[in-house]
């Protein structure tokens, strides 16, 4: 990224808070970017730590008995993790995994970079096509019977690796996933992540370390916005002014308010001006599911293959030439 795109960009805010955009963004920028060096080293340390968690001499014997969930299409995150551990398990454990395909697996692994609304994992491993039925990867083969028949009968499990985790989304996968299966299979799976990312507003303890903008003085149109969503109360759409408890994301808390609000602000008249357009699934904040009735999913997680679209509008949207976004988002359909 050049320091031309990044000027360009800036100066599409009012120059007043344009220093101080930049200035939070660095601070945001140095907890939550994911260079390709720092996933190459962070895929590594998460196979060693695992394999010390479960109990392996080496990682090289943790991922002899271990096969890997492989279902997104060709262009996205989790094909290119795979491809990066290929060489990492090679020259940094001394094992070949390029063709590997243990008979009998104890564990299996679900890599992929970031776990927002929890939907592509969902549809992974239960639905992987539209209409409800259930033909993702716990309902395909593995000796004679389905990899969820497996996991049952041989107390095998998977394990579900990223670099962010959002809880409060990470929670609701659980709860879907008993809702659609019939049976609590949490004791078959375990998650793993650098960073869990704390939008749990429900929690009164949470870091609410996301975008989640207080209702103190917004415009008219954001007040009307949160109004025509239908809800009964604010809770999910606006933080409590004294949440959280203590500010640990932000430069301050007053940093933090005026952050939020330049970027819902931002965001609504980008909103605003893609008109009938709209995905059922854009907000001001960032892409949600569509039965979310909030500003938007506020995710401030970015590295260097893609942002994803639950950031912010202002970071990746382009469309009709409207607005200059400061990433390139590559967005790449599944079959």
Same mark, same amino acid.
């Given at each position: ?84 551990? +290929?060489? !990492? ?5 001394? /094992?070949? %995994?390029? $063709?590997?395909?243990? &008979? ?115 415009? +008219?149109? !954001? ?5 025509? /969503?239908? %809800?009964? $109360?604010?809770?999910? &759409? ?98």
């Amino acid at each position: 990224m050049s320091v031309n795109h990044i000027d360009r960009w800036i100066k599409q805010f009012p120059e007043a808070d344009r220093i101080f955009i930049l200035t939070e963004l660095k601070s945001i920028l140095a907890q939550r970017y994911f260079s390709k060096p720092k996933i190459i080293q962070g895929l590594e340390i998460i196979i060693r730590k695992v394999s010390i968690i479960l109990g392996f001499a080496t990682p090289a014997d943790f991922l002899k008995v271990t096969s890997f969930i492989d279902h997104q299409p060709e262009g996205k995150s989790q094909k290119e993790f795979l491809a990066l551990l +290929k060489v !990492i398990s090679l020259t940094k454990f001394g /094992l070949d %995994i390029s $063709n590997h395909n243990p &008979v009998n697996p104890r564990y299996f692994i679900y890599l992929d970079d970031l776990l927002c609304t929890g939907d592509t994992l969902f549809k992974g491993l239960v639905q992987n096509t539209c209409g409800g039925k259930n033909n993702g990867w716990l309902y395909q083969g593995i000796n004679n019977q389905t990899h969820l028949d497996y996991l049952l009968a041989n107390n095998a499990k998977i394990l579900i690796l990223y670099f962010v985790i959002h809880k409060h989304n990470y929670n609701n996968f659980n709860f879907r996933l008993k809702s659609q299966l019939g049976q609590d299979i949490s004791r078959y799976y375990d998650a793993y992540a650098f960073k869990w990312i704390e939008n749990d507003f429900k929690n009164m303890d949470s870091k609410l370390d996301y975008l989640f903008p207080t209702k103190d003085n917004q415009p +008219k149109n !954001i007040l009307d916005y949160s109004k025509s /969503l239908n %809800i009964t $109360n604010d809770l999910g &759409v606006y933080r409590i002014s004294t949440r959280p408890t203590t500010e640990t994301f932000f430069s301050s808390i007053e940093n933090r308010v005026r952050f939020e609000n330049i970027m819902l602000q931002q965001g609504m008249k980008l909103y605003e001006q893609a008109g009938d357009s709209r995905n059922v699934r854009m907000r001001p904040l960032g892409y949600g599911l569509a039965s979310h009735k909030n500003l938007g999913f506020g995710t401030l997680c970015f590295t260097s293959r893609n942002v994803p679209f639950n950031t912010p509008l202002v970071f990746w949207y382009q469309k009709y030439h409207i607005w200059l976004p400061l990433f390139e988002r590559k967005f790449v359909p599944y079959d």
